[in-house]
């Protein structure tokens, strides 16, 4: 069944986004940051032998140095400065959220409305500050300890990069956030989804190239691309997918007017979290085992070559902790983003009831049971497509762009910033319609 929205961009007149000057101006400004962000992603770090470096990341495409390269849009390959991209922001953004359910301290500033919200966002950026700076550090140290990637090693060259990456992790955040302001979409899952859509022609194209050498059979090709359709067909379907809950409303009296008992929907989607676990769990795993990964290889320390091993894709450790990742973050967001409580409260005042459940406390455990039931299927959506191309990834060498996180990623976030697209033209039409109403009635 297709949504309001969806009947009315259907009946909708696009000659009106000629008329859409705040849309137009919204989409240049998303246009031009995106492109100020690749831009940057080719700025590199001072001090850094090319040669060697693209020697070393020839060699390590895969793993989770892989999914971290994917994520910076080949920034990290460069070793640029957008290098940690959005990442540490969002690593704070994961230890706020989870502070904000149980330090009591939060707590009371999420409740105090939109200058609680002010103070958890500024909380996160000093938090994101100190994030980079630790991860920075170790990067800088990996990168010394790689011997020939460092043209010079020495304090200079660890607080440069630091500086550098510290400079370069604000400004991206800084501009994510203008995006979700000003722009079409949420900032930081667009320049998430510009990084990986910029690697996946050049990994088209090398999947084509081994086929053409023999490295990748023909039959495997195949089922690699019978598998991409699949995975966003797939994703696409899950994401519209809702369970549409049934309202009441009876006959009320207002005022001197009776008015007619009437019904809505309650929709509750599948997979209500889109694809913030994926890019949480990725997130907490990529920089730090991209480090373990990067010193195995220019150490010769057992245990750093046993746990580099272990955190490959297909390996057991590896798809454990991210699974078990992807599951944690799917019921976390969702109790974050859905009260039951809240919304029986709602309801009830209202005067909406479900039918045969009573308002109030029934009807808030019968929302939490449905909605826990959808949250276990959709934890079984996430986990599963973002776990078994890992295999693909592993067995037959298919590029990291090419997997199911990164699809699932760029579909999903296309899909959002059409429906943000979608309601912009739905609101000019409305204004539009107000506009011609208040002149008929001027005449």
Known sequence: MASLSEKMM??????????????????????????????????????INPNVLNDFFSSNSGGLIGMFNAFTGGALSRMSIFALNIMPYISASIIIQLGASVLPSLIALKKEGEAGFRKITQYT????VLITLVQAFMMARGLEAGGAVVMSSHAMFELSTVVS?????????????QITERGVGNGASLLIMVGIVAGIPSATVRMFEENRTGALSTPVLLFVMAMIFAVVYIVVKVERAQRRIVVYYPKRQMGNRMMQGDRSYLPLKINPTGVM??????????????????????????????????????????IGVFAFLIIFFTFFYTGIQFNPKETADNLKKQGGFVAGIRPGHNTAEYLDFVMTRLVVLGAIYLTALCILPEFFIAYFSVPFFLGGTTLLIVVSVIMETMTRIQSFMIAQQYEGLIKKAKLKGRL
Do not use: C, H
Not at 125 to 128: I, W
């Open 125 to 128: 950026r000093y938090l994101t």
């Open 165 to 177: 990456l510290l400079g370069g992790t604000m400004f991206v955040v800084w501009l994510g956030e």
């Open 10 to 47: 259907s009946q909708m007149d696009f000659s009106a986004f000629k008329k859409a000057k705040d849309l137009q101006a919204r989409l240049l400004f998303t246009l031009v940051a995106l492109i100020v962000f690749r831009l940057g992603t080719y700025i590199p770090l001072p001090g």
């Open 277 to 318: 676990p994926p890019i949480f769990a990725s997130a907490l795993l990529a920089m730090p085992v991209a480090i373990v990964q990067f010193s195995s290889q220019t150490s010769d320390s057992d245990m750093m070559n046993r746990l580099a091993v272990l955190l490959s894709p297909g390996q057991w450790l590896y």
